[in-house]
């Protein structure tokens, strides 16, 4: 990928669909996670992991005449997206796509992994898929979620944006917000530390370029 051309890299890279929830929750715990391989632990990733090794059985069953699948392998040639569905209900009216979700809800960044699920779906059996939902473990509860124009923009956004991640090889710079306490990288990521050396850096080219100019104009 190093010293190829950036423009072929593009178009050849492809997303893990995961990914892009990593990428819109926080561009460097994507970058962490897929550009450097780092995974810690917490109380929600281990559940997580429980929770999608049950789901991942592989099993296909039958609820109320529907047909269930589980652990599903999704790809999208013309998206250059690959992955995996926990579950799809295979409906009288086309695919509906399940994720399971252990931690906190995580709304629109949820929202658009289960898009570019739906977007695979429907390249590989030529369908339209306009819904899925979000199940959250805690509560036993799913959410809905329609696959509007905007939030398929957003997805088709977000895949290009990781994808461009990918082959610049940039580890993104730190949020450093609110989110921070919610993820499970803060001690591997060191937001506070990163986000103030980078103040520091700016300072310093701020005062180089200031003593450039008076060297200049004196
Ligand atoms: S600690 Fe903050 S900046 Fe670092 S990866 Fe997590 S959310 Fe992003």
Known sequence: MNGGNADEDLDRVEVLISALEHFSYCPRQCGLIHLEQTFDENIYTIRGQLAHERVDAGEVELTAGIRVERAIPLWSDRLGLRGKADVVEFRVDGPYPIEYKVGPPRGKH???????????????????????????????????????????????????????????QVLPPPVNDARCSHCSLAESCLPDVVADRRRLEQADGQAFELAAEESVTS
């Open 110 to 168: 949820a929202d658009a992994q289960l898009c570019a699920q739906a977007l695979c779906l429907e390249e590989m059996l030529s369908v339209s898929v306009p819904r899925g939902a979000i199940f959250h473990i805690a509560t036993r509860r799913r959410r809905e979620v329609e696959f509007t124009e905007s939030l398929r923009a957003r997805t088709t956004g977000l895949i290009e944006a990781t994808r461009r991640m990918l082959v610049t």
